[in-house]
């Protein structure tokens, strides 16, 4: 992918992230940044095409998160690069997908004639629908790794189960088994975190 190779021509230097981290930190130098973004290009474009489901707004997010790190890695005292950028990219595309749900809901509101008040009504749900989310994306991280993976492809991408069974090497009656038992342990979850 063409986009991805923004900062190839960099020459590689044998230095560690953490000290490539501090270096930064102590000097604001891009460069040194860029450096250490560009192994995880690709790492950040998957994780954003999962979530977003769109190959513009992924190459977008890649962008738009280097511009983020470039502050907040000022500020923050990161031991693992590799997961905090993870959880970065991963709250990233979850406001992304928020943003767009509140936008087309409250568009939908004004289309249909209905009042501002309505409009504002859903501005102070997207509140609620923000914790839900962010209930839902931990829960979801709960759940055994047989049953989040069945429930992504079955209500992410809308995979039938012979599909999910051959594309995971599951047995068809395992993904059934998966797929009702991690929405009742998500039902459980949600219902303990107060999400009804």
Request: a negative charge; one cysteine or more.
């Amino acid at each position: 992918m063409k986009f991805l190779k923004v900062f190839q021509d960099k020459k590689k230097e044998p230095v560690s992230e953490g000290e490539r981290l501090a270096e930064y930190r102590r000097t604001g130098d891009v460069a040194i940044l860029g450096s250490l973004y560009e192994p995880y290009m690709e790492m950040v474009y998957m994780i954003s095409l999962k979530y977003l489901k769109e190959e513009d707004e992924s190459k977008d997010a890649v962008m738009q998160i280097f511009e983020k790190l470039i502050g907040d890695l000022k500020s923050h005292q990161v031991e693992n690069f590799k997961s905090w950028l993870h959880s970065v990219v991963r709250n990233h595309c979850l406001m992304q997908i928020r943003t767009r749900h509140v936008f087309v809901d409250v568009s939908e509101f004004i289309e249909n004639g209905e009042s501002p008040a309505a409009a504002d009504t859903e501005f102070e749900d997207a509140t609620v629908l923000d914790t839900q989310l962010t209930s839902l994306s931990k829960c979801m991280e709960s759940l055994a790794s047989e049953q989040r993976i069945s429930i992504e492809l079955f209500y992410k991408q809308e995979k039938c189960y012979k599909e999910i069974s051959g594309e995971t090497g599951f047995d068809i009656n395992k993904v059934k088994s998966y797929i009702q038992n991690g929405k009742r342990n998500l039902k459980i979850c949600m219902d303990k975190n107060g999400n009804h």
